[in-house]
């Protein structure tokens, strides 16, 4: 009896991401005229949306909630402790080191997310930079290749736009949406547990 709340749980919430997905295009960013999207953001896009309903069906079926950052698109379990004891705590942490064990080896990421920093890696993060400043917004030159092949954290545009002029979660949807992010490090933000 209790595999169907979940069930419709899952179904619901995989309901909303496309809904919010959909309700994103539809806002999108203007993009430059001139500007000519590559071709693999379409199927990045599409990527990201398959595993978030992936992954936030797999951690409902282990009864953990989630929520889905800004920006990158990550899936993560909610971790609003506040009112729970000690006991409670411990469990949660373990369902969660569970689900997290078990969907992470059920749910594939994203492949742009596992670039390394070889060329083909640097030329993604090219065009995402390309796509950021068609969509008005100015960056900074990135680092040569070389130098950003041998970044501990290597340079990537969405955090040199965030620290260079402080977008606010809407853009950052939008523009996320439009530019999708690729590489081993992403860029998202995450409400404060309770909003």
């Known amino acids: 009896m209790e595999a169907r709340p979940i069930r419709l749980l899952v179904i619901l919430f995989g309901f909303l991401i496309v809904l919010s997905a959909c309700a994103q295009s539809d806002d999108q960013l203007p993009a430059s005229a001139t500007w000519e999207e590559p071709a693999w953001m379409a199927q990045a896009r ?9 992954a936030v069906a797999c951690f ?13 698109g990550m899936v993560a379990p909610t971790l609003d402790i506040s009112g ?4 409670e705590i411990e469990q949660l942490d373990e369902l969660i080191g569970v689900a997290m064990e ?3 080896a059920e749910v594939p990421l994203p492949s742009l997310w596992l670039s390394g920093q070889d060329l ?5 993060m ?3 930079r390309e796509c950021i400043i068609a969509h008005g917004f100015e960056l900074a030159e990135p680092p040569a290749f070389e130098i950003w092949s041998e970044q501990s954290q290597p340079w990537m ?3 040199e736009l965030n620290g260079i002029q402080q977008i606010g979660n809407d853009q950052l949807v939008q523009l996320s949406r439009a530019c999708p992010q ?3 490090f992403l860029f998202d933000v995450w409400p404060a547990p309770g909003n």
């Open 182 to 184: 690729s590489g081993t």
């Open 157 to 159: 545009p969405f955090n």
């Open 60 to 72: 409902a079926r282990h009864g953990v909630a989630v929520e889905i950052g800004t920006g990158a």
């Open 102 to 104: 078990e969907c992470g």
């Open 46 to 54: 599409q990527d990201v949306e398959e595993y978030q309903i992936a």
């Open 126 to 128: 090219l065009d995402v």
């Open 84 to 87: 729970m004891t000690q006991v």
């Open 120 to 124: 083909q890696a640097y030329n993604l």
